[in-house]
């Protein structure tokens, strides 16, 4: 059984919850093979996540050369792998920096690259949204060894213990690879919600608050459920809220089991990030707003009412 090789999403060696997803997908493709690229001293906090979660080999990298520069460098340590291992496919999380060294990968490997995935057959054929999202398609690589960009919360994460084996992969990265160098590093402040591209519920608020103050609404109601907070391009724009916590073509790609949109049209362009979702909740006071179509429940009224009295109602169940 060929491998199918994972690039490891982590956290100064923590592994991200897409990775557990990953390599729960490539199970069903193949051999799953974690890459692992990190500083030195970094992957013995991935190592039991990596053993739980399936990974029958596990490649390690730990080097200055690959943590202190952009991008490149991780690239180049896949385009190896690909070279050496004869992979049946390389699965990547659809993050910033991820799909920039996907793409890398694919030039350099000169092979077909697929875009946001949310699906992978058994004989690597993708599902994805193109146009916006408008329209789902299947498309499969016919050219080197397939490299896929896949959404997270995608594929649900499913232990399966084992003992990897591991190899040390020794490689001199390229003067050309060193091209851009991370100078500082700032940690994000930590609100106390789930990562927003990993959570299982989503609150998103839209044009329709009116005003950065409105948002405490779409806060109260995420705590109560134990949510994570977005917000449409049009209330980031407005500077509402932080771009970090834009849901879009333009922002970030989630897929939650619960995704409740309030007083957001769901134009295209949000539609992009989150039609993916289980369950789609939408409130909006206009009955022809655009997000009705594809949404599972729909709530027509004035947010300013209806959240409220949805969270003091989460609230009570609770108790």
Same mark, same amino acid.
């Given at each position: 059984? &060929?491998?199918?090789?994972?690039?490891?999403?982590?956290?100064?060696?923590?592994?991200?919850?897409?990775?557990?997803?990953?390599?729960?997908?490539?199970?069903?493709?193949?051999?799953?093979?974690?890459?692992?690229?990190?500083?030195?001293?970094?992957?013995?906090?991935?190592?039991?996540?990596?053993?739980?979660?399936?990974?029958?080999?596990?490649?390690?990298?730990?080097?200055?050369?690959?943590?202190?520069?952009?991008?490149?460098?991780?690239?180049?340590?896949?385009?190896?792998?690909?070279?050496?291992?004869?992979?049946?496919?390389?699965?990547?999380?659809?993050?910033?920096?991820?799909?920039?060294?996907?793409?890398?990968?694919?030039?350099?490997?000169?092979?077909?690259?697929?875009?946001?995935?949310?699906?992978?057959?058994?004989?690597?054929?993708?599902?994805?949204?193109?146009?916006?999202?408008?329209?789902?398609?299947?498309?499969?690589?016919?050219?080197?060894?397939?490299?896929?960009?896949?959404?997270?919360?995608?594929?649900?994460?499913?232990?399966?213990?084992?003992?990897?084996?591991?190899?040390?992969?020794?490689?001199?990265?390229?003067?050309? &690879?060193?091209?851009?160098?991370?100078?500082?590093?700032?940690?994000?402040?930590?609100?106390?919600?789930?990562?927003?591209?990993?959570?299982?519920?989503?609150?998103?608020?839209?044009?329709?608050?009116?005003?950065?103050?409105?948002?405490?609404?779409?806060?109260?109601?995420?705590?109560?459920?134990?949510?994570?907070?977005? &917000?449409?391009?049009?209330?980031?724009?407005?500077?509402?809220?932080?771009?970090?916590?834009?849901?879009?073509?333009?922002?970030?790609?989630?897929?939650?089991?619960?995704?409740?949109?309030?007083?957001?049209?769901?134009?295209?362009?949000?539609?992009?990030?989150?039609?993916?979702?289980?369950?789609?909740?939408?409130?909006?006071?206009?009955?022809?707003?655009?997000?009705?179509?594809?949404?599972?429940?729909?709530?027509?009224?004035?947010?300013?009412?209806?959240?409220?009295?949805?969270?003091?109602?989460?609230?009570?169940?609770?108790?």
């Amino acid at each position: 059984m &060929a491998e199918v090789l994972v690039l490891v999403e982590h956290a100064d060696g923590e592994p991200k919850k897409v990775t557990g997803e990953l390599l729960t997908l490539a199970r069903t493709l193949g051999e799953p093979a974690a890459v692992f690229t990190g500083a030195p001293g970094t992957y013995a906090k991935a190592k039991a996540y990596l053993a739980e979660y399936g990974a029958a080999k596990v490649y390690v990298v730990e080097s200055d050369d690959v943590a202190d520069y952009v991008a490149a460098p991780v690239a180049e340590v896949l385009a190896k792998l690909v070279g050496d291992a004869a992979p049946a496919a390389v699965l990547v999380a659809a993050t910033a920096d991820s799909r920039e060294i996907a793409a890398r990968v694919a030039a350099k490997t000169d092979s077909g690259l697929i875009w946001d995935a949310v699906a992978v057959s058994s004989d690597l054929t993708a599902t994805q949204g193109v146009f916006g999202g408008s329209t789902i398609v299947q498309s499969k690589v016919t050219k080197g060894t397939p490299v896929i960009v896949v959404r997270p919360n995608s594929t649900a994460p499913e232990a399966a213990p084992g003992t990897p084996a591991e190899v040390t992969v020794d490689l001199t990265i390229s003067d050309a &690879a060193k091209g851009a160098k991370i100078i500082d590093r700032v940690a994000e402040a930590k609100s106390g919600r789930p990562d927003l591209t990993e959570a299982q519920v989503v609150v998103s608020g839209g044009r329709g608050l009116g005003a950065a103050e409105h948002f405490a609404l779409v806060e109260k109601l995420a705590d109560t459920l134990g949510a994570a907070v977005g &917000a449409s391009r049009a209330a980031t724009d407005a500077g509402w809220y932080p771009h970090q916590n834009q849901v879009g073509q333009t922002g970030k790609t989630v897929s939650p089991q619960l995704y409740i949109a309030v007083g957001i049209s769901g134009a295209i362009q949000h539609r992009a990030g989150m039609q993916t979702s289980k369950t789609i909740v939408a409130i909006n006071k206009d009955p022809e707003a655009p997000i009705f179509e594809f949404a599972d429940y729909g709530l027509v009224g004035d947010l300013f009412n209806v959240v409220p009295q949805l969270t003091d109602e989460v609230e009570k169940r609770k108790g």
